[in-house]
């Protein structure tokens, strides 16, 4: 028996990370034809649009497809960026070397952490080809390209390169290339069109990423083009510490293990985001641990301890240490704005909803939930919707019904918005399409290819609050869509039908054709609200003007509401009705009574914005008569929007890691905006005819009275 233990010991061997992914090249979505082609564009261009944002560059990316070997699926890819470029002694590093990035011990938000998607497709090329990748960078201060080609020592996870050299770059213009990088694979892959292609992720890239330029050449010679529709890089992240709560044991005993603090006081402050020092008072308190205690005196237990307090099984005064959330710049949302500008690039359609979510914290780690919904258009009404899942701005196309993010789209009962949905459950029907994005520092994917994400309960109830509140806004949408088309139609109906029985009628009774304003008015018996949002060239500003006609025989009086993209930095100028800021995005003005036949104006401008950023406004108002074209406002809809912007402020003071020790020193609560008080409708019936409208007056479908 001893013989046999000896022989499988010597039988031992371990085995590199590299060669263990040549043999199980499935986990890194290599694992068919299709897939990989999909696979090597992704990690290239991931690559190209991070390295533009860290550098501040307006990415512009080319891919180029060729079919080398059509019945031996071989296929040459090219992807070229104009990004900073790789100095030439890390080439062969970024290339030809698994595990190794500048990412993974950051926690912020980025595409990649683990440093292993290009080398991955290096090693792919060589392992189903024999070829090595063809690498040419360039950096700025460089007068000449470093080209090599790379392949891969899976034994020894170590760079194999040949051919190395310098070269001049040109562009496509003739013009000398500044900086940037360009690989060149051959592989074994196939090429398919379809909802899963290399176009279908260049699409959904450029609809979350819509400050990059990408263009496409397929196998067949034809070129798409995405281009940019905002000079607006994403915010640049920082990285943050680690926060107590999504601590566990194996890395505290690391962190303690190789820390240079002094004590455990100071361990704490220096190494942790949400320890403040009372936070750190309560934290040695509830661990039973001196905070003048040496590090190197903590052992097994007291780390153990540590990590209870940190969980909160530990408490302090019988409740758990009080620690401030973690700072959120460490994230880069795609913004409420930007996903409009990218969704209607790209699909065709009457209306587009978007919203961003405060951001929350899920063990420790901040996160983000961003959702967009397009309908109307082109899209087809018999269909399930298009679902565009995203993590980090990277599309996710595999997987779509074991995605967290699916999930959450089908927890919700859609047929309450406008869209069919068999019993209430799964993926809604209806000519629309779905975004959802998670933005976060650690986000948890099923499996290593990075294609669905895992079950989380905070993620799943941000997603689903996100996508109930989107919901609402379609609904609002499609009611105030039918409420004006039967208006419209009733209004066009008047204006045919009278002027000819009141012209005929005349005619017969020899007396002049009568006024008809006033009943008209009487007849309509609405409130009309019209309203319209453009791009003024001129004053490069967008130019918003509301009109609130009363089409009844009675005085009314409402306070008027409006929507602007206030959170995207958008500023309200030349508002000469006046009103005031009712909450974050929201602008109210309080309107004298309307009488019969009077029309109101509310004119405004909002720069800081570009060219397509804002092309809807959303009138809503208060008031006891219904307006054709507004909607009313919902109070609780107020209060989730205050609710919203104080948990904006709290996010934006809670990043500090220290604590006011003073009641005059905390900051002031951000007092709330009262609602503006509502005048009465005058209750008297008008008996004396409406009012007409004066001569050659706009009304809301365009015509004169």
Sequence with gaps: ?????????????????????????????????????????????????????????????????????????????????????????????????????????????????????????????????????????????????????????????????????????????????????????????????????????????????????????????????????????????????????????????????????????????????????????????????????????????????????????????GQPAKLLKPPTNCLSPIEEILIKKGLSKTIDSRFVTTLTRVPNVTQGNPFQVEVGLIFGGSMAGDKPVEILRFANRVPLMYQQGGCLLTKAIESVDWRQYGLDQAGGKGVPKGPAAILVHLASTNVQFTSEAKEALADNGEVMEEARKAMLEMGRG?????????????????????????????????????????????????????????????????????????????????????????????????????NDTGGRKEALGVWAWKLEALQPGERKNITYSLSGLERGDWTDTEILFRGAQDVIGATKMDEKFLQEIRRQEQLLLEDESGGAQSEPTTKESSPEPTPKVAPIAETPPVAAEIVEPAVAPPEGQRTLFGGDV
């Design 1 to 317: 028996m001893s013989g046999i233990a000896q022989k499988l010991a010597s039988n031992q061997k371990q085995v590199a990370i590299s060669e263990f992914f040549e043999k199980n090249k499935h986990f890194l979505g290599f694992d068919s034809l299709a897939r990989s082609l999909i696979t090597a564009v992704k990690e290239a261009v991931d690559n190209a649009l991070d390295a533009c944002e860290e550098a501040r560059i307006l990415p512009t990316i080319r891919i180029q497809i060729t079919k080398l070997d059509p019945k031996k699926d071989i296929i040459k890819l090219i992807v070229e960026d104009n990004g900073p470029g790789i100095p030439q002694k890390s080439i062969e590093k970024v290339f030809g070397q698994l595990l190794f990035g500048s990412r993974f011990h950051a926690i912020r938000q980025s595409r990649g952490q683990q440093g292993i998607g290009i080398t991955g497709v290096v090693m792919y090329c060589q392992l189903t080809t024999g070829r090595t990748t063809h690498v040419r960078s360039k950096i700025a201060t460089e007068p000449t390209a470093a080209i090599v080609d790379i392949g891969l020592d899976t034994r020894k996870n170590k760079a194999t390169k040949a051919n190395a050299g310098r070269e001049m770059w040109y562009n496509e213009d003739g013009s000398s290339k500044e900086h940037g990088t360009e690989i060149t694979a051959q592989m074994k892959a196939k090429y398919q069109k379809g909802r899963q292609s290399v176009w279908q992720y260049l699409r959904m890239t450029s609809i979350v990423n819509p400050h990059a330029e990408i263009i496409f050449i397929d196998p067949d010679g034809e070129k798409h083009h995405w281009t940019r529709v905002t000079e607006r890089l994403p915010t640049k992240v920082e990285s943050i510490k680690p926060h107590p709560h999504g601590i566990e044991l194996g890395q505290l005993q690391r962190m303690v293990a190789e820390s240079n603090d002094l004590n455990l006081n100071h361990f704490l402050l220096n190494n942790f985001s949400g320890v403040t020092n009372r936070a750190r008072k309560e934290l040695c308190q509830a661990a039973e641990l001196e905070g003048t205690r040496k590090m190197k005196t903590l052992k097994g237990d007291d780390i153990r301890n540590l990590l209870e307090a940190f969980q909160g099984e530990r408490l302090f005064n």
């Design 474 to 574: 379609l609904r609002k949408h499609l009611e105030k869509k039918k409420k004006m088309a039967k208006t419209k139609e009733k209004f066009e109906l008047i204006n045919d039908i009278l002027p000819a029985i009141a012209e005929k009628s005349a005619q017969l009774l020899n007396r002049p054709v009568p006024e008809l304003s006033g009943s008209i008015t009487k007849i309509m018996s609405a409130v009309i609200s019209e309203s319209t949002t453009v791009w003024n060239k001129e004053t490069k500003q967008t130019d918003v003007d509301i009109v609130l006609f009363n089409y009844t025989t009675r005085p009314r009086a409402y306070t008027i509401l409006a929507t602007w993209p206030e959170k995207a930095g958008a500023k309200m100028e030349n």
